[in-house]
């Protein structure tokens, strides 16, 4: 099992640029998460899907979109980047159990929009 | 509106002792609540969970306790080891329709010194 699986690891914008990053897991969950850290935040949800087809906006949305067209791929995108979206960001996933549970984490990408 | 508070940025402690990591919150509607630790350059790592029906859960070195009258939360790490040198972040979820949705802290630095 590669579990969470994020591509690419690093990568440098431009403003203005777009790209996509790939989140896949390969454990059969339902739930998947984008998330960004920043220094001094912690982690910041800023979309998350319960299932294929469904996508639904976190805490911080603004400048990205998502898609779940597979149950195991889960993409972000940034249509044009600005340099406040230099960022770590984390891929999750987790399955469904009532009463709390834990989410599995990829390992990041690093990005940096000049 | 930070929900989930760890005041501590950073937590310097001897090989052989114990660490003591503390987190607040202020939504009561969390009911569930979990440490992650976090080594550079890797993603976050779940370590330890408890419910809001108990308030102690143990995991070997890990034992995490709750105080829901003081919204506060802390793990402990006994004996402590250079390996536990990460940074810890606090998530709380409040179950039910939040989809596993997680509020994370801003996180502490844990050096464990040899």
């Known amino acids: 099992n590669a579990g969470v699986t994020q591509t690419p690891k690093f990568r440098v914008l431009k403003t203005g640029q777009s790209m996509t990053l790939l989140c896949a897991q390969d454990?059969?969950?339902?739930?998947m998460y984008w998330y960004r850290q920043d220094p001094g935040m912690g982690l910041r949800l800023i979309h998350y899907s319960v299932g294929e087809g469904t996508t639904a906006k976190g805490e911080v949305p603004d400048g990205y979109n998502v898609s779940r067209l597979k149950k195991q791929n889960f993409l972000l995108g940034l249509e044009s980047a600005a340099p406040s979206q230099t960022s770590v960001y984390f891929c999750?996933?987790?399955?469904?159990?009532?009463?709390?549970?834990?989410?599995?984490f990829g390992p990041g990408t690093r990005l940096t929009v000049t | 509106d930070q929900q989930v508070k760890q005041n501590s940025p950073s937590l310097s402690v001897q090989e052989g002792r114990i660490s003591i990591l503390n987190c607040d919150y202020t939504n009561s509607m969390f009911d569930y609540f979990l440490w992650y630790k976090k080594y550079p350059a890797e993603g976050p790592t779940f370590l330890i969970s408890?419910?809001?029906?108990?308030d102690k859960n143990e995991d070997g070195r890990f034992t995490v306790f709750l105080n829901k009258s003081a919204k506060h939360l802390s793990l402990h790490i006994v004996p402590s080891q250079p390996g536990d040198s990460a940074v810890y972040f606090c998530?709380?979820?409040?179950?039910?329709?939040?989809?596993?949705?997680?509020?994370f802290g801003q996180g502490t630095i844990l050096t464990v010194h040899p």
């Open positions: 408890i419910s809001s029906i108990k």
């Open positions: 998530a709380a979820s409040t179950g039910g329709t939040s989809y596993g949705k997680l509020t």
């Open positions: 454990m059969n969950h339902e739930y």
């Open positions: 999750a996933s987790s399955y469904v159990l009532a009463g709390g549970n834990e989410q599995y």
